[in-house]
């Protein structure tokens, strides 16, 4: 196998821990590809990238467990091949007849996420639902509405089964988890960063569970 990168090292010490791939997996092809380019080593450093993720690689084979990504993070598919990106808004724009930039913004984020889900769900399906998600954010401008951000949830969730929906540490974002367990949708929690909302987390998703709802 040759050398091991940093990554698989620390993947070593523990192969039950998930290590995620922290962007959208659209651009990572590209992203692989520049790296390569710029190593003194290409071949080792196509080795080391081809393990960590490649599409053509067995579901169980790739060290990248699934991907978390928000919308700051998604722009940088768009970023990655503007000219695509470019065309394709302007379609959408065409077909549904609309221009208002919220709408439009939330369209191209779910386009991306659900891209990325896809490319994830050998994985899902492979490791028996286990591996393989891909985390959507709900919009962090409305952190503290609990209804709008259930509603993101719900639709976020809708675009693959391997769809997992990241909501904020806040107050509302842990009812937010606890509505969305109650109907099987799983989560995730960002900004987290002291124990005190790790606890609320846990509750949340407790509380979920011993309370399911109607399925999103």
């Known amino acids: 196998m040759g050398s091991k990168s940093v990554i698989e090292k620390l993947w070593e ?6 290590i995620w791939w922290d962007s959208s997996p659209i651009i990572y092809d590209n992203w692989r590809a520049k790296m390569i380019q710029r190593s003194s080593n290409q071949d080792e450093m196509r080795a080391w990238l081809d393990r960590l ?21 998604s722009y940088n598919a768009i970023k990655d091949n503007p000219e695509y990106w470019g065309r394709w808004v302007d379609q959408l724009i065409a077909k549904d007849r609309c221009k208002d930039t919220e709408v439009v913004f939330w369209n191209t984020y779910k386009e991306i996420v659900k891209r990325g889900a896809e490319m994830y769900l050998p994985i899902f399906k492979a490791s028996h ?7 959507g954010q709900v919009d962090p401008r409305i952190r503290h509405d609990v209804d709008k951000m259930v509603a993101q949830g719900i639709e976020l969730h809708s675009l693959s089964p391997n769809v997992m929906v990241k909501a904020p540490g806040t107050k509302e974002g842990y009812e937010v988890i606890r509505q ?37």
């Open 13 to 18: 010490v523990n192969p039950e821990a998930e």
């Open 53 to 73: 993720y490649h599409k053509d690689n067995p579901p169980d084979k790739n060290i990248f467990r699934g991907v978390t990504t928000n919308p700051p993070l």
């Open 129 to 135: 639902f286990k591996h393989g998600y891909i985390s």
């Open 180 to 216: 969305l367990t109650a109907k099987g949708i799983p989560t995730n929690n960002t900004l987290a960063f002291i124990i005190p909302q790790f606890i609320a987390c846990m509750k949340a998703v407790v509380a979920g569970l011993k309370r399911p709802g109607p399925k999103g």
